[in-house]
């Protein structure tokens, strides 16, 4: 799987995002500066955690409208894969990309700690190498990661299985405890209606190797660049 | 020509930060708030001179960047 | 403005000082020449009270590459890299305007460590808060946290430790302390001092605006009607745009571009076109007329004293303009050429055409004043004698309180809202371990990262205290089994103009510098903020130290979590030494008596053993014994995992509650499978262990027979920060 | 009655935010925008029912705080 990584101004987890797909791939992968439009020859295109712009005015606001977001609508039409993480996450939602959209956390604070995700299906390629229904630990780093989508999208969203983890505890029960940030319904990552493009808040990225005391997120990314 | 332009939570999204300054007032022992909403303002000066186009220009601006209409409204208002 | 001695004062120039400046001119300065003599000659750029005692540091060591006169200190580290760090004081700033002063305080340690070439890879905060009660403080916490948070999270440079105290003393005049750690490659640092003479001076990232110019000038009648809107500003830091700069710069650094580089600081361009040409002997031409301005109307006299945040003044090769400003185009940053290098040993600054500034850089350096003030000794306190120190608590209510008292209770309110994963480095967190440990990118070498200071110690005997600072760095670092390396230090006192506070300060150096010594534990870098008072009280005299060591291999280091059947051993002598202890204070309601004493050789010793120890696989968990005793420190380990301990009997000698919380120095709480293999390795050492106890369990079961939970004993370790800050959710 | 606050940084004092908005607004092909600031917005629903002393009121809360009077000034409105 050939794979780049969208550098916007003010984005800060793009070094992890390559550390982390080259741990799983062994291959270094494109850095793709956000004013390229020109994205031909990938397989998948990641939109990395971080605070494009600052993230004034709205988290991702501004990187959605940047020049290299009309060659990521139209790899999503090819049904290319997309993988958008926190600011990621946000910016594919402000451009439409995936429905709602990610409000400052209720507790009004940035949350930095680590969370448990619910693995919601098992059959994507990003999910592959976890167990339906099981937890992995991942790193929640957001001020911004309170899911909002109306109740009929959040309906359709639950109804066409497109959920892709929940917040929960380390057994897998979701609780409002376990909903630190307030998101809807406990989301944490959703899926576009063809499972090819995920969007997710916490960060798979920053634990992949086992020095960092837990590679929970590695599968993700060796699912990922093995699919393809 | 100032053209204004005010960004508020749609009704029915959750409004933490307006809560929570609804809350801090009830505590500084301020009696009688109600609802407490809280909003974006954006001050532009735009070279436009014909009110009525600034106004055109300053909502398309809203339209495509300063709101986000999935959980945001807008209002836009010329200032001299 | 008619500039006389008068409006000299009132820049905070002495008598004396103005005449000296009346001397090197030979005339009445002009007004941006008098502001250029002030932010130079003042206290914080030429260190005029503290240089004389500062000189008494070791500052050298085979691995140290730049020591102290640099932006940052440079450190070998092994595999052709350098650590690049130093900490800054923010700490007036904050009290004015809590959030933007720590987030601008965050902003200008980033740009002292990039400034040489580095990549910032941590951030650490040393801050000390006045008394909670007050909602003042809160405030202030409140602001503080988020605005570290709120830069640090932003620029994208994890958060990964701190220390927190409260004491009266600050109440009005918090310390924000901040400090930055970067990697770069051990060839390519980046100096200050200017070269080649026609060589141009380069102005790279934000406008300037009127942002932080000094105070004094405000006074004056020339700023009438509109006075409001000619106040000093206070700094907004822009961590967007720092961010930026911090890649704009580095993608530079990789070329050959640059002959010179240094942030704009304190004094902005005044202090940083005057180090670069002071320190390379050279003279420099600034021409106002082509600095990026956000306002209108400014005077030379703004340009040069603004603080404007996130700037860097550049001189670069001649060759290479083109291809630098492509770089800052890229990133969408001001780029412009204001002057170049002259050989006329002279900063001359124009404005519109007009000379501004005339001034010869030779004696501006040489002739800033340096005063030796006079000092007193601190009295010495009595030594107290545990079998006087009547316990009227008893060891679990003590517990009890002590680990939900504001000085021991659990910082994750505050860490929980710093990024402390970012770079996806981190191996330990904070309250992971005594040091945060950050690895190095594609390698198993990693970095560990302190912060240590006792104020209570420092202000009953300043040279004990700058001893014990220094002491417990280096014992973090070994904790989690690092090899300390060396230290910037950050020295917060009063009024150097009293006695007794200069005299704090000199011997706060003389304990610093004999420590230092004896654990070769260099100081690379500092800081010094004098002034610390409000209405003429001074807060605790505060030498923060930030320590760095190295470890080998990240995977070989211990945290403080301690695990399940495990044997309990305290490495170390213990005396029961009770004065300046937490326990006097917030359980017996005293603060007094001497501190305990540092015994640097035992120090060493213990300390050497404990590391050899964590390294060889044999000590799985480890943790220094500091404020609160042992048995705090074994309940912070416990609490760490969610396992238990039950501890045995202390020595008869030593009363219970002074072996349990007293202070006794150079000791370590380790669990090893063999406490008789440890002990017995020890005695050969030299160096004093003793079992207490084994892990395992859900409760604290202590020595008298009384247990708690731990569930209990977190729920009140854990209570402090989130109900003092509730309801104050309000954003900046 | 409704009280509503606007809090505005102060002339002088950098506006990181405001600076990105024109930025990108230009990035976007909007042509003649200059100075853009970003503000806040607070709408309160209040008790009182006499405009003056509502005014005072919210008045009150911006001082105490709603805005931050060392970078931030602050204007109420009351709207029937
Ligand atoms: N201001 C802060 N920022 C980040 N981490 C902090 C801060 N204050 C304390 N910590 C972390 O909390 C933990 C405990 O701090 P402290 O009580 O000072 O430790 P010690 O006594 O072992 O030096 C450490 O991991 C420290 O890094
Ligand atoms: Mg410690």
Redesign the pocket.
Known sequence: MKAGIVVFPGINRERDMAIALETSSGVKPRMIWHKETDLSGLDLVVLPGGFSYGDYLRCGAMAARSPVMGAIRAHAERGGFILGVCNGFQILTEAGLLPGALLRNASLRFLSMDCHLRVERSDTVFTARYQKQRTFRAVMAHGDGNYFADTAALDRLEGEGLVAFRYASETGDVTPVTNRNGSARSIAGIYSPNLRVLGMMPHPEDLVDPLMGCADGKPLFDALVGAA | MKAIVTVMLKNGVLDPQGKAIGHALGTLGFTGVGMVRAGKIIELELAQTDPVKAKAEAEDMARKLLANTVIESFQVSIDG | MEVNQALARSFGLNAEEYSRVLDIMGRTPTLTELGVFSVMWSEHCSYKSSRVWLKQLPTTAPWVIHGPGENAGVVDIGDGLAAIFKMESHNHPSFIEPYQGAATGVGGILRDVFTMGARPVAN????RFGNPSLPRTRRIVDGV?RG?GGYGNCVGVP???????FHPAYDGNPLVNAMTVGIASKDKIFLSAAAGIGNPVVYVGSKTGRDGIHGATMASAEFGADSEEKRPTVQVGDPFIEKLLIEACLELMATDAIVAIQDMGAAGLTSSSVEMAGKGGVGIEIDIDQVPARETGMTAYEFMLSESQERMLIILRPDREEMARAIFDKWELDFAVIGHLTDTGRIVVRHHGIVEADIPLAPLGDQAPLYTRPTTETPKQEKLNPARIEDRFGLTRALEHLVACP??C???W??DQ?D?TVGGQTV?????????IVKLEGLRRGLAL???CTPRYCLADPEMGGAQAVA?AWR?LT?VGARPLAITDNMNFGNPEKPEIMGQFAAAIRGMAAACEALDFPVVSGNVSLYNETEGRAILPTPAIGGLGVLDDVSKAVG?ALPPWLDIVLIGATKGWLGQSLWLREIAGREDGAPPPVDLTAERTNGDFVRTHILNGTIRAC??V??GGILIAIA?MAMASGFGARLSAHPRDIPGHAFWFGEDQARYIVAVPDSVALIRLAETAGVPAVRLGTSGGQDLTLPDGGTISLAALKTAHERFFPSWMDGSEQEP
């Not at chain 3, 650490?124 to 801050?127: K, T």
């Not at chain 3, 958060?159 to 105290?165: A, P, S």
């Not at chain 3, 330990?428 to 945060?436: L, T, Y």
Request: glycine share 6%; hydrophobic share 35%; net charge negative.
């Open positions: 650490l905060n040393a801050l946290v570290i958060t990964v430790g701190g220390e927190i105290n000085d021991l659990s910082r994750s505050v860490w710093y402390s330990k967190r904070p309250g992971a371990a005594d040091a945060a302190t912060t240590d417990e973090n904790a403080l943790h220094d500091s404020d912070e």
